[in-house]
């Protein structure tokens, strides 16, 4: 049943088939050329899969999302960050990393932080003489921090796979290792302005305005104190606190910042739904496909393999990491954790790795995935937002992949940056 679960999928990637559509029809064809199963097997699986409530969690938290990027809230965001940094050599390129920072703290959905805030700020780099393809790779770079930082969906589907973890420590877990990939980007970002002579074109506001936009954006901000410290706090779960993001979004939007029409509600909670389909399709195909690799005992084969090899817990990570970024290449984040934490999960533990540390070497590895050809995902969609080619995207991502490489490199051999949080607010097991 592997054999042919395998080379089914592949076949029908080459040809093009959607992801959710080649793990369903190679699952169902392995079990039906078997004959060791009935067919309805794999559709139990499918919805078994999506039978969770804390899977709730994700089509709020892309509703939410997709709220603040069309209301004021991620302009009042650019706003805020643009003047502590905005007048500086390379300003915009900071103030992009530094709202899609902030951004990622209230929404966990990389292609929502793409097309909506990280957009706009693309065009406001192109329009103040940075180069188009630098602005559009510097956005998707930015991006990749959004399922890092809380909240985050691959966070919740990890956490569902794995019950060493809980939501709430994987979020502790992932705010020190996004904090470090925005000081590298920023660092990339000083290096390429001081090279091309990105200049900023605006003076320092002064203390007065930016008090006052720092009033303003108050609210927006409040969220991401809303989203944490409620979890933290013990008021509400991630799945609830998705929900209170929801109608948060919607009252600011419409209440404080205004401008936030029914027609606008209406727009954002259309494109939510289809993105939570296609993300929940992903997911019901991701749970057939993993249930014929675990009854086929590939999990145990594997874990009794890499053990039989007797590698450190370092050396086990770094195969990981080069595992999972050539996984990350073709398929996204999202069914790489259903598929492959079941595997190598056990196999960590037996190797004394902390569950919160192997998590994160996990997530972040996957999401990197989103940002190389040839199926990263964020390329195409800031491609499309900012109506330019991939190539010319992809020729400017080089340097940003390295800053990458450097951030996984480190969160691979300095494990407190992802254990010491979640230690510090009692969320560890």
Request: glycine letters at 8%; a positive charge; charged letters at 10%.
């Amino acid at each position: 049943m592997v054999e042919i679960l395998i080379v089914a999928f592949l076949i029908l990637m080459v040809l093009g088939v959607p992801i959710a559509f080649a793990m369903a029809m190679a699952a169902f064809a392995a079990v039906s050329l078997s004959g060791r199963y009935p067919m309805v097997v794999v559709v139990k699986e499918m919805f078994t899969g999506l039978d969770s409530f804390p899977l709730l969690a994700v089509p709020f938290f892309i509703l939410a999302a997709e709220i603040m990027s069309t209301g004021a809230i991620s302009r009042m965001l650019l706003r805020f960050a643009s003047q502590f940094v905005g007048h500086l050599r390379g300003g915009l390129g900071y103030a992009n990393i530094l709202t899609g920072t902030m951004f990622a703290g209230i929404s966990g959905s990389a292609l929502a932080s793409a097309a909506g805030p990280g957009a706009m700020m693309a065009r406001m780099m192109e329009r103040s003489g940075y180069s188009k393809a630098y602005a559009g790779a510097l956005t998707i770079s930015v991006a990749v921090i959004d399922p890092i930082i809380p909240p985050s969906i691959t966070m919740i589907i990890y956490a569902l796979q794995d019950r060493n973890v809980s939501v709430g420590s994987l979020f502790m877990a992932g705010i020190l290792p996004g904090l470090l990939i925005a000081v590298l980007l920023a660092g990339v970002n000083w290096h390429i302005s001081r090279k091309r002579g990105y200049r900023s074109l605006e003076p320092a506001p002064p203390a007065s305005q930016m008090l006052k936009n720092t009033l303003t954006a108050l609210p927006a901000l409040l969220l991401i104190v809303l989203i944490v410290g409620g979890i933290r706090g013990g008021y509400f779960t991630p799945t609830e606190a998705s929900v209170v993001a929801v109608f948060y979004a919607i009252i600011v939007s419409a209440f404080i910042y205004r401008g936030f029409t029914l027609q606008d509600l209406w727009g954002a909670f259309l494109r939510s739904a289809i993105m939570s389909v296609a993300v929940l399709m992903i997911l019901a195909a991701a749970r057939a496909f993993a249930w014929i690799l675990i009854i086929e005992g590939v999990p145990q084969s594997l874990a009794n393999a890499v053990i039989a090899m007797d590698l450190s817990p370092i050396a086990f990570l770094l195969m990981v990491n080069l595992l999972l970024l050539v996984f990350g290449m073709f398929m996204d984040p999202l069914p790489g954790v259903m598929i492959l934490v079941p595997i190598l999960a056990p196999i960590a533990y037996k190797l004394g790795i902390a569950p919160d540390h192997f998590a994160i070497v996990v997530i972040v590895n996957l999401t990197f995935g989103l940002m190389t050809p040839p199926v990263g995902a964020l390329i195409f969609v800031v491609s499309s937002a900012t109506k330019q080619r991939p190539s010319a995207l992809i020729k400017e991502l080089p340097p940003f992949f390295l800053a990458a490489m450097v951030a996984l490199l480190v969160l691979t051999f300095v494990p407190w940056l992802s254990t010491w949080l979640p230690q510090i607010s009692g969320f560890a097991k």
